[in-house]
């Protein structure tokens, strides 16, 4: 019965977690961080710019940017990967 008891919290904690939603990304007013939201978001749940390193973002754009063409849908142009890989510099782990 102790151990039941001891349960509930850790089950409020973990359920207002889930409540709460994820981490609002950093400077989320920024042109940056709303191109960021646009194209990263378009096919899956955005990461948070520090789930990586600067020089692994670099690579998971690259990554990114292949699934694209795959997918045939239009590429980013050299102004928006500036931008996006701008944000992630100045916000990776």
Request: hydrophobic letters at 40%.
């Amino acid at each position: 019965m102790k151990k039941a008891l001891l349960l509930i919290p850790i089950m409020a904690v973990a359920i207002a977690g889930c409540i709460t939603g994820p981490t609002p990304i950093p400077d989320p007013d920024s042109a940056a961080a709303q191109l960021y939201v646009a194209k990263c978001s378009a096919c899956h749940s955005l990461p948070h710019p520090k789930r990586n390193s600067y020089r692994e973002w670099q690579h998971l754009l690259v990554l990114m940017q292949q699934r694209m063409a795959e997918r045939g849908m239009p590429a980013w142009t050299r102004e928006e990967r500036d931008t996006l890989l701008g944000y992630l510099q100045r916000h990776a782990r």
